[in-house]
């Protein structure tokens, strides 16, 4: 079968290539992929700028049908629509996972940079991390449950309470995705900050119903304080891991405001002002990858309509995956799928 592949160390070196199908092992299923999602972590992987074991079939957002049972499988039978947890790996016996939190197991393989993805027509994946798809969510939505299980994560930890007013830096997949996820959690306000840049970002966010904010024509938190008649917002979500917005972020909180921080840097270190977030007594919290308990609360609200995937979904075929790449790193698309058998019903596909 024909997969997108990281053949090996350095910028570049990514190609489609024929790889064996995957093999059946006990405990694990062999799924018909349906739609693969293109994450900000397989371009870095494609400029060598993340870890990843090559050679590797890259993807780890996405949704397929069970097509084979492995051994001593139970509870999940063949044509049955399912999303996985990218945890494979981990170890099961450190203080991490005794705790519950496999996500962050330094022992953790996901697929797409660990072991095999999705970016193919199969992939084989352990049993115990699979979700069942609600049958009113569609394919192009159940492949983007990763990143809204991560948007999910987030929320559980810093909470959204009714009413809050609430700032979202960065209007990317992440960023629109963590504003619907506050929104249907009971936020009264929810406010998507960018910049000129992601002009076709900020419009998707507009078609969402969300109120956005160009950073470039609005002095941030000046309108923070107005919009909450001078108190601040009640919490920041940061998706974009800009220096520049982490500061604005802390200028447009309350006191005893919350600051969760979802977006990666890319830099060693960031500049952040201290002080202020101290004077402020400001909650901060970091949150990385997704819990168990996200998954399913990520496909109810696709189920609910409280999380809309289709209008930021531009779908290619597997063949098309250099223009699909090309497409995510010139902001062309917001959300862009693989499709392996062009079957998916995505709401446009590139031809």
Known sequence: MKAVVKTERGEGHVELRDVPTPELRP????????????????????????????????????TGRISRLGEGVD???????????????????????????????????????GIDGAMAPQVTMPAHLLHRVPDEVSDVAAAACEPTAIAVSAVERCRVEPGDTVLVFGPGPI?????????????????????????????????????????????????????????????????????QAIAQAVDSLRRRGRLCAIGVSGRPTLEVPWDRAMFAA???????????????????????????????VTSFPLARWADAFRAVEERAVVKALLVPDGTADARAVES
């Not at 306000?189 to 078609?207: F, I, K, N, P």
């Open 27 to 62: 405990g694990w299923v062999v799924l018909d992929v349906r739609a693969t999602g293109i994450c900000g972590t397989d371009v870095h992987i494609l400029h060598d700028e993340h870890p990843y074991w090559p050679p590797v079939v890259l993807g780890h957002e996405f």
């Open 282 to 312: 400001l909650d901060v919290s970091f949150s990385f990858s997704s819990s168990f308990t996200s998954w399913d609360a990520a496909l109810q609200l696709m189920r609910s309509g409280g999380v809309q995937i289709e209008p930021l």
């Open 175 to 243: 960023g629109l995705l963590s504003a619907m996820v506050a929104r249907a959690c009971g936020a009264g306000e929810v406010v998507v900050v960018g910049r000129a840049s992601s002009a076709r970002r900020l419009e998707a966010a507009r078609g969402l119903g969300l109120t956005v904010w160009d950073s470039g024509d609005v002095d941030v938190p000046t309108a923070a304080k107005e919009l909450t008649r001078g108190r601040g917002v009640d919490l920041v979500l940061e998706t974009s891991g800009s220096a």
């Open 75 to 113: 509870g999940w039978e063949v044509g049955t629509r399912v999303v996985c947890e990218p945890h494979q790996g981990s170890c099961n016996v450190c203080h991490l996972c005794r705790r519950g939190l496999h996500q962050l197991c330094a022992s953790k393989r996901s697929p797409g940079w």
